[in-house]
């Protein structure tokens, strides 16, 4: 695709995903659509970017792919999450500073992770499941089906025929037929940054539950499983920006209403339990995807659907009600726990909403709904949050050429804790050098930008990051070979946390721009191809 020479000023672009472990095996799949790959500016500010976690859930490594503009370097800024969305406990590091414990009795979690509130039609079909002898009409039914897809990716033969098959040997990955035919086998694909054999998988282990190829249209049985699977197909969908696919296999799943998607309906499994089968990050991923389909006329609409529904559950518990609206009677404790969560889950849809209104350029949006989150907080934010916050808000200024953004830079600045420095200067940390490096880009000094960036890299927060701004900003001086070296020791130095897409998209930008790439520079843009396999397949191109 031809695209313009990007402007060069700050994008906010990124998406939340679900931090916390969980009993199941596939909640913690990242729900953020992707960047929009047709995006033109580079994206300099990512105000909510996820962190790598050090946790050892298998689909952490789930990730947003990066905006794909080689034509042009971006600068990758990334940011702390703000996110809970509906796991089971929640992380000790959590930015939202409250006390949040189990139950004892593990029902009352399973209540309030899986509470959703029916539609009163829906509501009224469930309250008549056992007269109705367990048959909907088919206007009722959630009928899905995977697409006729064989999702394949010829990296590594590209690997051999650069490298020869003994060296492309250490980076061949696990297929589809290698490994069990099972969640266990998909955590193993998915690991290995297969995404296009893990995506086969899917679709082999939907079609045991009557959902595969051609089955779209038939009624199935659906369970928490067959939702997680789904929910797991679709978070890899967005990883390789398959939009459509994606949007013809979510039709099927309509507004997630229907009385087959909820617990109650299955009595002879799930007993006189109440709630909906749907994960609740599968119902923002669902919600968030509109944005990225171009026939979409209301990007927003699926979004506040899903905030009107989760504040719907924070007044019945306000009011002394179940999740749902039922009068159950439940403990202080357990109440409580309950708004922890649902406040989070609110925050987090007010999120997903900002990050759309930012993609869609809805800047008075995103503005208004930010400031809200600032001054009228459900919960009680820890000092890095409350500076996040601030700082994102700068972001967005930033954006519109408005200089309100130095105000909330300097208003994040101001709720640090003092450092001094070795001659008594008040030292400046992490966030405050990078939000001055924004405002340098901003400005088109690059140089001043550059020191921002190497001071950000000595207090060692995220030496990967900095130096690929520092080689970024070295490009835009003019100096491309200097910015190629900067990358390459990077790779070198640190080869597991430089071969990100970030780095691998500017590297390879820089070597298109070089009059002849060496065949040295070509063997390792391959090696970091090979470790992201399909989550950048534009680049061979």
Known sequence: MDRKTPELRPAINEYFKDPSPSSNLFDDISSHAATDSKREEPAVCRIFQQIETKKTDI?????????????????????TTFSNTGNNSIDPMDIFNHEYELSSIPAEDERRRFAW???????????????????????????????????????YENLVSYLGETEAAAFKSKTIDEVTQDEHGLKLLIEDSNFSEAL????????????????VGYPSK????????????????????????????????????????????????????????VPFSFRLILAEIPQYVITS???????????????????????????????????IQDRNTSKLLWYSREARVIHSIINCAVNQKDFKLAIKLLKDLIETPRLKYTTEHSRSLLSAMGRIYLQVGDLKAHGYFLKSSQ?????????????????????????????????????????????D?????ALNNMATCLFYEGQLNNAITLLEDAIQKFPDLALNESLLSNICCFYQFQNSASNKQRLLKYHIISKYKNSVPDIIN
């Open 297 to 331: 006329t209301n990007v927003y609409n699926k979004l506040f659907e899903v905030l009107i529904g989760v504040r719907k559950i924070i007044t019945n518990l306000e009011n002394g009600l179940a999740e749902d609206g039922r009068n159950v009677e439940l403990t």
């Open 117 to 155: 509130i029916p539609s009163v039609k829906t509501k009224n079909t469930l309250e008549k499941a056992s007269q109705m002898n367990h048959t909907l009409p088919r206007d009722m039914l959630t009928m899905p089906g995977v697409e006729n897809v064989n999702f394949t990716v010829k990296l």
């Open 415 to 459: 709720l640090k804790p003092q450092s001094l420095g070795t001659l008594g200067e008040n030292k400046g940390d992490y966030r405050e050098l990078i939000d001055a490096a924004l405002l340098a880009i901003a400005q088109n000094n690059y140089k001043e930008a550059y020191k921002h960036f190497e001071n950000a890299y000595i207090m």
């Open 59 to 79: 689909f952490d490594i789930i990730k947003p792919p990066e905006d794909s503009h080689y034509n042009n370097p971006a600068f990758d800024i990334r940011e």
């Open 222 to 277: 659906h369970t928490k499983t067959s939702l997680q699977l789904w929910f797991t197909r679709f978070a890899l969908l967005v990883k390789i920006c398959a939009w459509k696919i994606i949007s013809k296999e979510a039709l099927a799943w309509d507004d997630l209403d229907r009385p087959d998607l909820y617990i109650q309906w299955y009595k002879e499994l799930y007993g006189n339990k109440y709630g909906t089968l």
């Open 200 to 215: 086969n998988l899917t679709t082999r282990l939907l079609a045991m539950y009557g959902q595969g190829p051609g089955q």
């Open 461 to 465: 927060s995220n030496k990967v990051m």
